[in-house]
C-alpha cells in the first residue's frame, strides 16, 4: 500500500521577520505566522488527513493546533525538528544560509548535519510505513526534514533540493506531497 503525505511548512515566526535562522531554538509565530496556520485550513480543507505529525519545536506544534486542533488528531515527534546548528542556531540568516550546503555530510559545530536529519527522518518514514501504511498524513515541519524528503523519496541530491526549495524559488504552496511505497 502506499501512504501519503502532506507536507506543511510551519507560519511565519519572529525570527523569520529578523531574519535569523531558528535551528533547534524555539521561537514563537509571528502575528502573520499565527494568520498563515488559521488561513490554511481554508485552503486545504478539501482533503483528508488520518493524522497530523509535527515538529516538537514550539512554532510547528502552534502552526498545527492552529490550523488542525478538533479536526484531526496532532501528534508531536523530535524526528521532525530543524537542522540543529549547534552554534548557529538563532543566528543571522546571512550567517547561517550561505554555508549550509557544505554541512551535507559535515556537522553544524555542536550540531548535526543534513545527513543526520536524513537520518532521522528516515527512521520517521519507517515509522510511517509499519504505522500508518495506507494512510494519509499531514506533516507539519521545518525545511531541513521537507529537503530530506526531497533526497529521500523524489530521490533528488542534495545539491537539487538545496536548489529547488521553494525558499530560494519564491514558490510557496499551501502543502507539497509525497509518496510512500
Not at 59 to 71: C, I, M, Q
Not at 73 to 99: H, T
Request: aromatic share 12%; glycine share 4%; proline share 4%.
Amino acid at each position: 500500500m502506499v501512504t501519503k503525505i502532506t507536507y506543511f511548512v510551519h507560519g511565519t515566526t519572529t525570527d523569520n521577520e529578523q531574519e535569523i535562522s531558528s535551528g533547534w531554538f524555539d521561537v514563537d509565530l509571528s502575528e502573520l505566522g499565527v494568520q498563515q496556520s488559521v488561513e490554511l485550513w481554508d485552503k486545504i480543507k478539501d482533503k483528508h488527513f488520518d493524522v497530523v505529525f509535527c515538529s516538537d519545536l514550539k512554532r510547528a506544534v502552534h502552526s498545527a493546533e492552529l490550523t488542525f486542533k478538533d479536526k484531526v488528531k496532532i501528534i508531536p515527534d523530535k524526528r521532525l525538528r530543524e537542522c540543529n546548528y549547534g552554534k548557529y542556531n538563532a543566528q543571522p540568516s546571512e550567517i547561517v544560509e550561505p554555508p549550509q550546503e557544505q554541512y551535507v555530510t559535515r556537522r553544524f559545530p555542536d550540531g548535526e548535519s543534513y545527513e543526520d536529519v536524513k537520518m532521522r527522518i528516515s527512521d520517521f518514514l519507517d515509522f510511517l510505513k509499519k504505522n500508518y501504511d495506507g494512510k494519509s498524513v499531514a506533516i507539519v515541519a521545518h525545511k531541513a526534514p521537507q529537503l530530506a524528503l526531497d533526497v529521500l523519496l523524489k530521490n533528488k541530491t542534495w545539491e537539487q533540493a538545496f536548489a529547488d526549495d521553494w525558499r530560494k524559488t519564491k514558490a510557496w504552496q499551501p502543502g507539497w506531497d509525497y509518496t510512500l511505497e
